[in-house]
Protein backbone atom coordinates (compact mmCIF):
# COMPACT_ATOMS: atom_id res chain seq x y z
CA UNK A 1 0.00 0.00 0.00
CA UNK A 2 1.82 3.35 -1.46
CA UNK A 3 -0.33 6.25 -0.60
CA UNK A 4 0.14 9.44 -2.43
CA UNK A 5 4.03 9.53 -3.08
CA UNK A 6 7.41 9.77 -1.28
CA UNK A 7 9.46 12.84 -0.14
CA UNK A 8 13.09 12.72 0.77
CA UNK A 9 15.23 14.97 2.65
CA UNK A 10 18.85 15.41 1.38
CA UNK A 11 20.16 18.00 3.60
CA UNK A 12 24.33 17.25 4.10
CA UNK A 13 24.23 16.19 7.89
CA UNK A 14 20.93 15.20 8.59
CA UNK A 15 19.68 12.56 11.11
CA UNK A 16 18.98 9.28 10.52
CA UNK A 17 15.28 10.06 10.22
CA UNK A 18 15.75 13.09 7.87
CA UNK A 19 17.35 10.44 5.25
CA UNK A 20 14.50 8.44 5.35
CA UNK A 21 12.48 8.23 2.28
CA UNK A 22 8.56 10.17 3.95
CA UNK A 23 5.61 8.23 3.36
CA UNK A 24 3.29 10.97 2.03
CA UNK A 25 -0.72 10.98 3.02
CA UNK A 26 -3.77 12.23 2.55
CA UNK A 27 -6.85 12.65 5.01
CA UNK A 28 -8.59 10.31 2.86
CA UNK A 29 -6.36 7.61 3.05
CA UNK A 30 -7.81 6.41 6.10
CA UNK A 31 -10.95 4.89 4.01
CA UNK A 32 -8.25 2.59 2.20
CA UNK A 33 -7.06 1.44 5.27
CA UNK A 34 -10.24 0.65 6.76
CA UNK A 35 -10.49 -1.95 3.58
CA UNK A 36 -7.67 -3.65 3.92
CA UNK A 37 -8.60 -3.71 7.57
CA UNK A 38 -11.72 -5.39 6.44
CA UNK A 39 -9.75 -7.63 3.55
CA UNK A 40 -7.55 -9.55 6.00
CA UNK A 41 -10.29 -10.33 8.93
CA UNK A 42 -12.62 -11.23 6.12
CA UNK A 43 -9.49 -13.46 4.80
CA UNK A 44 -8.76 -14.81 8.01
CA UNK A 45 -12.53 -15.29 9.05
CA UNK A 46 -12.81 -18.22 5.55
CA UNK A 47 -9.28 -19.27 6.42
CA UNK A 48 -10.35 -20.59 9.96
CA UNK A 49 -13.79 -21.71 9.13
CA UNK A 50 -11.97 -24.76 7.70
CA UNK A 51 -9.15 -25.06 10.61
CA UNK A 52 -11.19 -24.09 13.69
CA UNK A 53 -13.72 -26.35 12.29
CA UNK A 54 -11.36 -29.33 11.65
CA UNK A 55 -9.38 -28.85 14.45
CA UNK A 56 -12.69 -29.25 17.10
CA UNK A 57 -13.26 -32.46 15.59
CA UNK A 58 -9.85 -34.04 16.11
CA UNK A 59 -10.26 -35.39 19.63
CA UNK A 60 -13.41 -37.30 18.66
CA UNK A 61 -12.74 -38.10 15.17
CA UNK A 62 -9.54 -39.28 15.78
CA UNK A 63 -9.50 -40.22 18.58
CA UNK A 64 -7.44 -43.45 18.14
CA UNK A 65 -4.32 -43.93 19.34
CA UNK A 66 -5.10 -40.22 19.81
CA UNK A 67 -3.98 -39.31 16.87
CA UNK A 68 -6.48 -35.98 16.47
CA UNK A 69 -4.87 -34.96 19.34
CA UNK A 70 -0.84 -35.88 18.15
CA UNK A 71 -1.64 -34.23 15.12
CA UNK A 72 -2.32 -31.12 17.20
CA UNK A 73 0.35 -31.46 19.15
CA UNK A 74 2.74 -31.63 16.14
CA UNK A 75 0.98 -28.48 14.73
CA UNK A 76 1.90 -26.27 17.87
CA UNK A 77 5.30 -27.84 18.46
CA UNK A 78 6.37 -26.79 14.79
CA UNK A 79 4.77 -23.77 15.29
CA UNK A 80 7.62 -23.02 18.35
CA UNK A 81 9.75 -23.27 16.01
CA UNK A 82 8.50 -21.78 13.98
CA UNK A 83 8.20 -18.50 15.62
CA UNK A 84 11.97 -18.69 16.60
CA UNK A 85 13.55 -18.59 13.60
CA UNK A 86 10.99 -18.13 10.58
CA UNK A 87 8.72 -14.81 10.99
CA UNK A 88 11.41 -12.22 10.38
CA UNK A 89 13.14 -13.81 7.99
CA UNK A 90 9.99 -14.61 6.08
CA UNK A 91 8.24 -11.12 5.88
CA UNK A 92 12.11 -9.46 4.93
CA UNK A 93 12.43 -11.52 2.04
CA UNK A 94 8.47 -11.90 0.87
CA UNK A 95 7.14 -8.73 2.55
CA UNK A 96 3.86 -8.66 4.59
CA UNK A 97 1.91 -9.58 1.70
CA UNK A 98 3.04 -12.04 0.15
CA UNK A 99 4.30 -14.01 3.15
CA UNK A 100 0.63 -14.04 4.44
CA UNK A 101 -0.04 -15.85 1.11
CA UNK A 102 2.42 -18.56 1.20
CA UNK A 103 1.70 -19.34 4.42
CA UNK A 104 -2.10 -19.75 4.21
CA UNK A 105 -1.48 -21.87 1.50
CA UNK A 106 0.26 -24.48 4.17
CA UNK A 107 -2.87 -25.19 5.75
CA UNK A 108 -4.21 -26.67 2.81
CA UNK A 109 -2.28 -30.15 3.18
CA UNK A 110 -3.40 -30.80 6.85
CA UNK A 111 -7.21 -30.69 6.07
CA UNK A 112 -6.46 -32.45 2.40
CA UNK A 113 -4.88 -34.88 5.26
CA UNK A 114 -8.46 -35.71 6.48
CA UNK A 115 -9.40 -37.62 3.59
CA UNK A 116 -6.37 -40.14 4.45
CA UNK A 117 -5.76 -40.10 8.92
CA UNK A 118 -2.72 -41.76 9.75
CA UNK A 119 -0.10 -40.27 11.66
CA UNK A 120 2.26 -40.65 8.43
CA UNK A 121 0.13 -38.72 6.58
CA UNK A 122 -1.26 -36.31 9.77
CA UNK A 123 1.73 -35.47 11.48
CA UNK A 124 3.81 -34.19 8.28
CA UNK A 125 0.89 -32.31 7.54
CA UNK A 126 0.24 -30.77 10.40
CA UNK A 127 4.38 -29.80 10.96
CA UNK A 128 3.62 -28.17 7.31
CA UNK A 129 1.32 -26.17 9.05
CA UNK A 130 2.70 -24.87 12.27
CA UNK A 131 5.75 -24.09 9.78
CA UNK A 132 3.75 -21.73 8.15
CA UNK A 133 1.38 -20.11 10.81
CA UNK A 134 4.04 -18.06 12.74
CA UNK A 135 4.74 -16.22 10.16
CA UNK A 136 0.97 -16.35 9.02
CA UNK A 137 0.57 -14.50 11.89
CA UNK A 138 2.94 -12.16 12.95
CA UNK A 139 2.61 -10.70 9.52
CA UNK A 140 -0.95 -10.05 9.99
CA UNK A 141 -0.23 -8.73 13.37
CA UNK A 142 2.73 -6.41 12.01
CA UNK A 143 0.19 -5.19 9.38
CA UNK A 144 -2.42 -4.67 11.62
CA UNK A 145 -0.34 -2.88 14.20
CA UNK A 146 1.51 -0.66 11.37
CA UNK A 147 -2.04 0.19 9.74
CA UNK A 148 -2.96 1.50 13.24
CA UNK A 149 -0.16 3.79 13.51
CA UNK A 150 -0.79 5.05 10.14
CA UNK A 151 -4.84 5.45 10.96
CA UNK A 152 -4.31 7.06 14.48
CA UNK A 153 -1.74 9.69 12.91
CA UNK A 154 -3.87 10.34 10.12
CA UNK A 155 -6.99 10.73 12.58
CA UNK A 156 -5.01 12.49 15.30
CA UNK A 157 -6.16 9.83 17.53
CA UNK A 158 -4.28 7.69 20.26
CA UNK A 159 -1.78 5.04 18.64
CA UNK A 160 -2.46 2.08 21.34
CA UNK A 161 -6.68 2.86 21.11
CA UNK A 162 -6.43 2.53 17.64
CA UNK A 163 -4.28 -1.23 17.58
CA UNK A 164 -6.25 -2.46 20.00
CA UNK A 165 -9.97 -1.33 18.58
CA UNK A 166 -8.32 -2.95 15.49
CA UNK A 167 -7.31 -5.61 16.74
CA UNK A 168 -11.34 -6.43 17.95
CA UNK A 169 -12.33 -6.16 14.79
CA UNK A 170 -9.90 -8.54 13.35
CA UNK A 171 -10.70 -10.72 16.16
CA UNK A 172 -14.81 -10.36 15.88
CA UNK A 173 -14.43 -11.75 12.08
CA UNK A 174 -11.74 -14.49 12.77
CA UNK A 175 -13.90 -15.46 15.81
CA UNK A 176 -16.92 -16.24 13.96
CA UNK A 177 -15.08 -18.87 11.64
CA UNK A 178 -15.72 -20.91 14.44
CA UNK A 179 -19.69 -20.14 13.93
CA UNK A 180 -19.33 -21.51 9.94
CA UNK A 181 -16.79 -24.35 10.66
CA UNK A 182 -18.53 -25.58 13.81
CA UNK A 183 -22.16 -25.08 11.57
CA UNK A 184 -20.66 -27.03 8.60
CA UNK A 185 -19.58 -29.82 10.98
CA UNK A 186 -22.69 -29.69 12.65
CA UNK A 187 -25.17 -29.62 9.39
CA UNK A 188 -23.24 -32.37 8.06
CA UNK A 189 -22.95 -34.66 10.79
CA UNK A 190 -26.36 -34.29 12.21
CA UNK A 191 -27.99 -35.11 8.67
CA UNK A 192 -26.18 -38.98 8.96
CA UNK A 193 -26.75 -41.79 11.49
CA UNK A 194 -24.77 -40.71 13.70
CA UNK A 195 -26.87 -37.78 14.33
CA UNK A 196 -29.49 -39.53 15.46
CA UNK A 197 -30.95 -38.42 18.50
CA UNK A 198 -30.99 -40.25 21.82
CA UNK A 199 -34.04 -42.46 22.99
CA UNK A 200 -35.95 -40.82 25.58
CA UNK A 201 -38.71 -42.53 27.68
CA UNK A 202 -42.50 -40.66 28.07
CA UNK A 203 -41.24 -39.02 31.50
CA UNK A 204 -38.67 -36.57 29.30
CA UNK A 205 -35.32 -38.79 30.83
CA UNK A 206 -32.48 -40.29 28.50
CA UNK A 207 -32.62 -44.34 28.49
CA UNK A 208 -29.97 -45.43 31.04
CA UNK A 209 -28.56 -47.57 27.56
CA UNK A 210 -28.26 -44.35 25.72
CA UNK A 211 -25.58 -42.81 28.42
CA UNK A 212 -24.71 -45.63 30.86
CA UNK A 213 -21.40 -44.24 31.07
CA UNK A 214 -22.57 -40.42 32.33
CA UNK A 215 -20.34 -40.37 35.46
CA UNK A 216 -16.99 -40.78 33.50
CA UNK A 217 -17.90 -37.85 31.82
CA UNK A 218 -17.05 -34.34 33.01
CA UNK A 219 -13.88 -33.87 35.26
CA UNK A 220 -13.51 -37.46 35.84
CA UNK A 221 -12.79 -37.94 32.32
CA UNK A 222 -9.85 -40.46 31.38
CA UNK A 223 -9.18 -40.73 27.96
CA UNK A 224 -8.03 -44.16 28.04
CA UNK A 225 -11.50 -45.35 30.03
CA UNK A 226 -13.88 -44.35 27.14
CA UNK A 227 -13.84 -46.90 24.93
CA UNK A 228 -17.42 -48.40 25.18
CA UNK A 229 -19.04 -45.32 25.28
CA UNK A 230 -20.68 -44.98 21.71
CA UNK A 231 -21.27 -41.44 21.45
CA UNK A 232 -17.81 -41.23 20.73
CA UNK A 233 -17.46 -43.33 18.01
CA UNK A 234 -16.19 -42.17 14.52
CA UNK A 235 -18.59 -40.93 11.84
CA UNK A 236 -19.04 -42.48 8.41
CA UNK A 237 -16.11 -41.75 6.42
CA UNK A 238 -18.34 -39.82 3.87
CA UNK A 239 -19.54 -37.29 6.17
CA UNK A 240 -16.26 -36.63 7.02
CA UNK A 241 -14.73 -36.33 2.82
CA UNK A 242 -17.70 -34.40 2.71
CA UNK A 243 -16.58 -31.41 5.54
CA UNK A 244 -13.32 -31.81 4.43
CA UNK A 245 -13.95 -31.04 0.88
CA UNK A 246 -15.90 -28.23 1.88
CA UNK A 247 -12.82 -26.92 4.06
CA UNK A 248 -10.35 -27.17 1.63
CA UNK A 249 -12.16 -24.82 -0.63
CA UNK A 250 -12.40 -22.23 1.99
CA UNK A 251 -8.10 -22.41 2.29
CA UNK A 252 -7.99 -21.85 -1.44
CA UNK A 253 -10.48 -19.03 -1.33
CA UNK A 254 -8.45 -17.26 1.58
CA UNK A 255 -5.33 -17.02 -0.27
CA UNK A 256 -6.77 -15.88 -3.56
CA UNK A 257 -8.97 -12.97 -1.45
CA UNK A 258 -5.32 -11.91 0.02
CA UNK A 259 -3.36 -12.31 -3.42
CA UNK A 260 -6.36 -9.90 -5.32
CA UNK A 261 -7.44 -7.61 -2.98
CA UNK A 262 -4.85 -6.69 0.05
CA UNK A 263 -2.77 -3.82 -0.56
CA UNK A 264 1.32 -4.02 0.14
CA UNK A 265 1.97 -2.33 3.85
CA UNK A 266 2.87 1.21 3.70
CA UNK A 267 6.50 2.35 3.35
CA UNK A 268 7.73 -1.02 3.91
CA UNK A 269 10.45 -0.95 1.35
CA UNK A 270 11.41 2.68 1.45
CA UNK A 271 14.63 3.77 1.75
CA UNK A 272 16.86 3.72 5.39
CA UNK A 273 13.79 1.92 6.85
CA UNK A 274 14.68 -0.97 9.58
CA UNK A 275 13.04 -3.06 7.09
CA UNK A 276 14.99 -2.02 4.19
CA UNK A 277 18.13 -2.84 5.87
CA UNK A 278 20.36 -5.25 4.72
CA UNK A 279 20.64 -7.81 7.33
CA UNK A 280 22.27 -11.26 7.87
CA UNK A 281 19.98 -13.84 8.23
CA UNK A 282 21.60 -14.76 11.78
CA UNK A 283 20.76 -11.48 12.69
CA UNK A 284 17.22 -12.27 11.57
CA UNK A 285 16.51 -14.86 13.03
CA UNK A 286 17.98 -13.86 16.43
CA UNK A 287 15.54 -10.92 16.64
CA UNK A 288 12.94 -13.25 18.68
CA UNK A 289 15.67 -14.71 20.90
CA UNK A 290 16.82 -10.48 21.21
CA UNK A 291 12.81 -9.91 22.18
CA UNK A 292 13.19 -12.33 24.94
CA UNK A 293 16.29 -10.19 27.00
CA UNK A 294 13.12 -7.58 27.86
CA UNK A 295 11.64 -7.64 31.10
CA UNK A 296 8.12 -6.98 30.06
CA UNK A 297 8.17 -9.98 27.10
CA UNK A 298 9.50 -12.40 29.84
CA UNK A 299 6.64 -11.08 32.25
CA UNK A 300 4.21 -11.74 29.66
CA UNK A 301 5.02 -15.45 28.64
CA UNK A 302 2.94 -17.07 31.16
CA UNK A 303 -0.46 -15.34 30.54
CA UNK A 304 0.40 -15.67 27.24
CA UNK A 305 0.99 -19.64 27.41
CA UNK A 306 -2.29 -19.55 29.35
CA UNK A 307 -3.89 -18.34 26.30
CA UNK A 308 -2.73 -21.15 24.14
CA UNK A 309 -4.14 -23.65 27.31
CA UNK A 310 -7.17 -21.91 27.55
CA UNK A 311 -8.01 -22.30 23.58
CA UNK A 312 -6.38 -25.84 23.47
CA UNK A 313 -8.81 -26.34 26.59
CA UNK A 314 -12.12 -25.87 24.85
CA UNK A 315 -11.18 -27.07 21.54
CA UNK A 316 -9.82 -30.35 22.29
CA UNK A 317 -11.09 -31.57 25.98
CA UNK A 318 -14.51 -29.93 26.89
CA UNK A 319 -15.57 -30.88 23.48
CA UNK A 320 -14.40 -34.51 24.06
CA UNK A 321 -14.82 -34.68 28.11
CA UNK A 322 -18.00 -32.63 28.35
CA UNK A 323 -19.99 -32.24 24.81
CA UNK A 324 -19.18 -35.53 23.02
CA UNK A 325 -19.28 -37.47 26.14
CA UNK A 326 -22.86 -36.40 27.63
CA UNK A 327 -24.21 -35.55 23.94
CA UNK A 328 -22.51 -37.07 21.53
CA UNK A 329 -19.92 -35.91 18.42
CA UNK A 330 -22.76 -34.33 16.44
CA UNK A 331 -23.32 -31.90 18.98
CA UNK A 332 -19.65 -30.20 19.10
CA UNK A 333 -20.62 -27.48 16.21
CA UNK A 334 -23.63 -26.34 18.05
CA UNK A 335 -21.90 -25.74 21.50
CA UNK A 336 -18.96 -24.47 19.85
CA UNK A 337 -20.74 -22.14 17.86
CA UNK A 338 -21.91 -20.13 20.69
CA UNK A 339 -18.28 -20.16 22.02
CA UNK A 340 -17.54 -18.56 18.63
CA UNK A 341 -20.23 -15.81 18.65
CA UNK A 342 -20.24 -14.63 22.10
CA UNK A 343 -16.21 -14.39 21.33
CA UNK A 344 -16.83 -12.41 18.27
CA UNK A 345 -18.89 -9.69 19.76
CA UNK A 346 -16.69 -9.57 22.60
CA UNK A 347 -14.00 -9.09 21.11
CA UNK A 348 -15.27 -6.03 19.19
CA UNK A 349 -16.80 -4.73 22.06
CA UNK A 350 -14.00 -5.06 24.26
CA UNK A 351 -11.96 -3.64 21.74
CA UNK A 352 -13.81 0.01 21.41
CA UNK A 353 -14.72 0.09 24.77
CA UNK A 354 -11.01 -0.23 26.01
CA UNK A 355 -10.83 3.82 26.01
CA UNK A 356 -13.25 4.31 28.30
CA UNK A 357 -12.68 1.68 31.02
CA UNK A 358 -9.14 1.44 30.29
CA UNK A 359 -7.33 -2.07 29.70
CA UNK A 360 -6.90 -3.35 33.09
CA UNK A 361 -10.72 -3.58 34.12
CA UNK A 362 -11.22 -5.67 30.94
CA UNK A 363 -8.06 -8.34 31.28
CA UNK A 364 -9.12 -8.71 35.45
CA UNK A 365 -12.51 -9.21 33.62
CA UNK A 366 -11.25 -12.17 31.75
CA UNK A 367 -9.36 -13.59 34.77
CA UNK A 368 -12.24 -13.89 36.79
CA UNK A 369 -14.41 -15.24 33.88
CA UNK A 370 -12.33 -18.13 33.16
CA UNK A 371 -11.34 -18.42 36.64
CA UNK A 372 -14.90 -19.36 37.76
CA UNK A 373 -16.16 -21.44 34.16
CA UNK A 374 -12.59 -23.63 35.56
CA UNK A 375 -13.85 -23.70 39.29
CA UNK A 376 -17.31 -24.57 38.26
CA UNK A 377 -16.05 -27.41 35.45
CA UNK A 378 -14.70 -28.67 38.44
CA UNK A 379 -17.87 -29.80 40.39
CA UNK A 380 -20.16 -29.90 37.07
CA UNK A 381 -21.36 -33.15 35.90
CA UNK A 382 -22.18 -33.03 32.31
CA UNK A 383 -25.74 -34.47 31.70
CA UNK A 384 -27.77 -34.73 28.24
CA UNK A 385 -30.78 -33.10 30.26
CA UNK A 386 -29.72 -29.86 30.67
CA UNK A 387 -27.91 -28.93 27.75
CA UNK A 388 -28.33 -25.21 28.17
CA UNK A 389 -25.68 -25.59 30.88
CA UNK A 390 -23.16 -26.58 27.94
CA UNK A 391 -23.91 -23.58 25.84
CA UNK A 392 -24.05 -21.20 28.64
CA UNK A 393 -20.26 -22.45 29.43
CA UNK A 394 -19.15 -22.02 26.24
CA UNK A 395 -20.34 -18.67 25.59
CA UNK A 396 -18.84 -17.85 29.48
CA UNK A 397 -14.95 -19.29 27.92
CA UNK A 398 -15.53 -17.00 24.55
CA UNK A 399 -15.83 -13.69 27.04
CA UNK A 400 -12.76 -14.37 28.54
CA UNK A 401 -11.21 -15.91 25.44
CA UNK A 402 -11.93 -12.38 23.77
CA UNK A 403 -10.51 -10.64 26.32
CA UNK A 404 -7.23 -12.44 26.03
CA UNK A 405 -7.16 -12.24 22.18
CA UNK A 406 -7.51 -8.32 22.05
CA UNK A 407 -6.14 -7.22 25.35
CA UNK A 408 -2.92 -8.90 25.01
CA UNK A 409 -2.68 -8.80 21.53
CA UNK A 410 -3.10 -4.58 22.20
CA UNK A 411 -0.25 -4.87 24.46
CA UNK A 412 2.39 -6.42 22.45
CA UNK A 413 1.23 -3.97 19.64
CA UNK A 414 1.87 -1.34 22.06
CA UNK A 415 4.77 -2.05 24.22
CA UNK A 416 6.68 -3.10 21.44
CA UNK A 417 5.80 -1.05 18.42
CA UNK A 418 9.56 -0.74 17.51
CA UNK A 419 10.10 -4.55 16.51
CA UNK A 420 6.77 -5.81 15.65
CA UNK A 421 7.90 -8.56 13.81
CA UNK A 422 9.67 -10.15 16.98
CA UNK A 423 7.34 -9.21 19.28
CA UNK A 424 4.79 -10.83 17.82
CA UNK A 425 6.77 -13.81 16.95
CA UNK A 426 6.97 -14.05 20.75
CA UNK A 427 3.50 -13.57 20.80
CA UNK A 428 2.56 -16.80 18.90
CA UNK A 429 6.00 -18.67 20.37
CA UNK A 430 4.59 -19.10 23.99
CA UNK A 431 0.88 -19.05 22.72
CA UNK A 432 1.99 -22.21 21.18
CA UNK A 433 4.12 -23.56 23.73
CA UNK A 434 0.41 -23.89 25.80
CA UNK A 435 -1.60 -25.58 22.96
CA UNK A 436 1.59 -28.21 23.14
CA UNK A 437 2.04 -28.63 26.85
CA UNK A 438 -2.13 -28.69 26.50
CA UNK A 439 -2.32 -31.49 23.71
CA UNK A 440 1.11 -33.06 25.08
CA UNK A 441 -1.03 -34.12 28.47
CA UNK A 442 -4.06 -34.49 26.68
CA UNK A 443 -4.08 -38.13 26.70
CA UNK A 444 -1.97 -38.57 29.66
CA UNK A 445 -4.31 -36.69 32.44
CA UNK A 446 -7.54 -36.59 33.08
CA UNK A 447 -9.70 -33.77 32.78
CA UNK A 448 -9.91 -32.97 36.48
CA UNK A 449 -5.84 -32.29 36.85
CA UNK A 450 -6.09 -30.26 33.52
CA UNK A 451 -8.35 -27.52 34.83
CA UNK A 452 -6.53 -27.37 38.57
CA UNK A 453 -3.02 -26.89 35.86
CA UNK A 454 -4.96 -24.61 33.86
CA UNK A 455 -6.31 -22.18 36.79
CA UNK A 456 -2.66 -22.04 38.11
CA UNK A 457 -0.89 -21.14 35.18
CA UNK A 458 -4.05 -18.42 35.15
CA UNK A 459 -2.57 -17.00 38.64
CA UNK A 460 0.59 -16.78 37.92
CA UNK A 461 0.05 -15.12 34.27
CA UNK A 462 -2.20 -12.64 35.89
CA UNK A 463 0.81 -11.79 38.58
CA UNK A 464 2.97 -11.15 35.96
CA UNK A 465 0.62 -8.95 33.68
CA UNK A 466 0.29 -7.07 36.99
CA UNK A 467 3.69 -6.51 37.42
CA UNK A 468 3.90 -5.23 33.37
CA UNK A 469 1.83 -2.23 34.03
CA UNK A 470 3.17 -1.51 37.33
CA UNK A 471 6.81 -0.84 35.37
CA UNK A 472 4.34 0.82 32.64
CA UNK A 473 2.94 3.34 34.58
CA UNK A 474 6.68 4.11 36.50
CA UNK A 475 7.98 4.26 32.80
CA UNK A 476 5.62 6.54 31.13
CA UNK A 477 6.35 9.03 34.52
CA UNK A 478 10.20 8.81 33.70
CA UNK A 479 9.34 9.72 30.11
CA UNK A 480 7.57 12.63 30.65
CA UNK A 481 9.90 14.06 32.55
CA UNK A 482 12.77 13.32 30.25
CA UNK A 483 10.74 14.78 27.22
CA UNK A 484 10.00 17.66 29.53
CA UNK A 485 13.81 18.33 29.47
CA UNK A 486 15.25 20.92 27.22
CA UNK A 487 17.29 18.92 24.68
CA UNK A 488 20.28 20.58 25.59
CA UNK A 489 20.07 19.88 29.27
CA UNK A 490 19.37 16.41 28.45
CA UNK A 491 22.28 13.73 29.24
CA UNK A 492 23.63 11.40 26.74
CA UNK A 493 22.01 8.64 29.20
CA UNK A 494 18.63 10.81 28.91
CA UNK A 495 18.93 10.41 24.88
CA UNK A 496 19.71 7.03 24.31
CA UNK A 497 16.66 6.06 26.65
CA UNK A 498 14.30 8.05 24.78
CA UNK A 499 15.76 6.88 21.34
CA UNK A 500 15.73 3.06 22.96
CA UNK A 501 12.12 3.33 23.57
CA UNK A 502 10.25 -0.32 22.14
CA UNK A 503 6.90 2.11 21.70
CA UNK A 504 8.63 4.86 19.04
CA UNK A 505 8.24 3.58 15.76
CA UNK A 506 9.94 5.07 12.92
CA UNK A 507 7.32 5.45 10.51
CA UNK A 508 5.66 7.58 13.06
CA UNK A 509 8.14 10.16 12.06
CA UNK A 510 8.13 9.73 8.89
CA UNK A 511 4.58 9.77 7.97
CA UNK A 512 3.41 13.40 6.35
CA UNK A 513 0.02 14.44 6.27
CA UNK A 514 -1.34 16.18 3.56
CA UNK A 515 -4.39 18.18 3.23
CA UNK A 516 -6.85 17.84 0.10
Not at 153 to 170: C, H, N, P, W, Y
Not at 377 to 385: A, D, K, V
Not at 461 to 478: C, F, P, S, T, W
Amino acid sequence: MHGGGVDTDKHNGADSASLREKVQLRRGEKWRILKNIITVSFAFMVQFTAFQGTANLQSSINAKDGLGTVSLATIYAALVVSCIFLPTLVIRKLTVKWTLCFSMLCYAPYIASQFYPEFYTLVPAGILLGMGAAPMWASKATYLTQLGQVYAKLTDQSIEAIIVRFFGFFFLAWQTAELWGNLISSLVLSSGAHGAAPTVDENGTVSHHDYANLDSCGANFCVDQTSDNANLQRPPDSEIFEISAIYLSCIIAAVVIIALFLDPLYGERRRGSISATEISGMQLLSATFKQLKKANQQLLILITVFIGMEQAFIGADFTQAYVSCALGIHQIGYVMICFGVVNAICSIVFGSAMKYIGRVAIIILGAIVHGGCIIYLLYWRPHPEHPLVFFILSGLWGIGDAVWQTQINGIYGALFRRNKEAAFSNYRLWESVGFVIAYAYSTQLCARMKLYLLFGVLICGMIGYAIVEIRQLKKEKRMKKLEDIPKQQQTDADRKAIEDDDEKDELEEDIVVTHL
